[in-house]
């Protein structure tokens, strides 16, 4: 279980750092890249300027932040408990990266069903610790 949990801080990673970082440098203009750069060394009063892409990424990291405590404290409690989750873990990553998926990708309704989908492996996952 504990690959679930190392799986999940590699998905926060690649989801909050890395995706909105690459994804400028491949879709900003010089003109943007270095006025999103000057941005970074100011006192940020004003806000920074994101392809569209970058903007849905960084809403589906800001979601995961809301449900990741959740998901790892359920996951420690189970590895603690003694409790088999490792399928419900697998499952609940398999919907979060298909949730950036269909963020990123603009898919409105699927992606709230994606989130209701994972939102219910996490209260299955609360319940077989009961």
Excluded at 1 to 22: D, S
Excluded at 104 to 124: D, N
């Amino acid at each position: 279980m504990t690959n679930i949990v190392l799986l999940a801080l590699a998905l926060a990673l690649l989801q909050i750092l890395v995706l909105p970082a690459l994804l400028n440098l491949i879709l900003l203009d010089k003109e943007q890249y270095r006025a999103n750069a000057s941005y970074l060394l100011s006192n940020r009063d004003k806000p920074i300027q994101m392809p569209l892409p970058v903007q849905r990424v960084s809403r589906a990291a800001a979601n995961l932040q809301e449900t990741l405590p959740l998901f790892l404290t359920l996951v420690i409690l189970g590895i603690i408990a003694g409790e088999n989750l490792v399928a419900l873990g697998y499952t609940w990553l398999a919907l979060r990266v298909s949730y950036l998926l269909c963020y990123s990708c603009g898919i409105e309704k699927i992606r709230s069903l994606i989130w209701v989908a994972s939102v219910t492996v996490l209260v299955v996952m609360a319940f077989k610790l009961i």
